[in-house]
């Protein structure tokens, strides 16, 4: 089987998101690795879960003091890479970095589960922890704050936007005679071209 030809990277990649959340073999199909550069191009790559995406871009969500924040700061531009193992296929996305608007963010903020929401007003996320007693004594600290009323999204806490100018879909294939297909983006529209494995 080949990638089929396809103008429009957003709609095989709904394709392969649907196949990918369908399979049961897969624990988590959101999850994405994440590469960042700071200013004086060091890279540094984490996963992270994918919470919405169209054809704006691909969104996730973090402390605005994370190590992620600070980087994108710096050098507003990423990578993600999406690899559904037993499906054989791969994702591979870079672009610009842009800040959701606050509505987006307290949409999503209130969409998480009531802990989440706590956790994130307790974590300071990256910061050296004495132990594990210290964050759950911060925890509760919120949980008294906050009592049974709606817990507000952090003003240290947002998401941002990848708008893809390359995408690439990667098939697994025998003998490593892998099929690649990658799309960039143009002022006309999409490029898409086949590379060698």
């Known amino acids: 089987m080949a990638i089929h030809d ?9 394709g392969w998101y649907a196949q990918a959340a369908a399979c049961p073999a897969i624990d988590d199909h959101t999850a994405m ?14 996963m992270v879960l ?17 190590p992620k924040a600070r980087q994108l700061a710096e050098n507003p ?15 591979r996305i870079q672009g610009p970095v842009v800040q959701v608007t606050p509505e987006e963010a307290d949409a999503y903020f209130t ?25 759950e004594r911060r925890v509760a600290r919120y949980v008294a704050r906050f009592g049974l009323g709606a817990v507000p999204r952090p003003p240290f806490w947002s998401g941002f936007r990848l708008s893809p100018d390359r995408m690439e879909f990667w098939l697994k294939q025998p003998y490593r005679l892998h099929d690649r297909v990658q799309y960039e983006k143009t002022e006309e529209g999409w490029t898409r071209t086949r590379l060698f494995p």
Request: hydrophobic share 45%.
């Open 50 to 66: 994918l919470k919405d995406w169209d054809a704006r871009g691909f969104v996730f969500y973090t402390n605005m003091g994370s």
């Open 6 to 14: 396809e103008p429009d990277p957003f709609v095989l990649f709904r």
């Open 33 to 46: 690795a994440l590469a960042t550069a700071d200013a004086q191009g060091r890279p540094d790559v984490r």
């Open 111 to 135: 969409s998480r589960e009531r802990l989440a929401q706590i956790g994130a007003w307790a974590s300071r996320q990256s910061q050296p922890l004495a132990g594990r007693f210290e964050l």
């Open 77 to 91: 531009r990423a990578a993600l890479c999406f690899h559904w193992m037993p499906l054989e296929k791969q994702v």
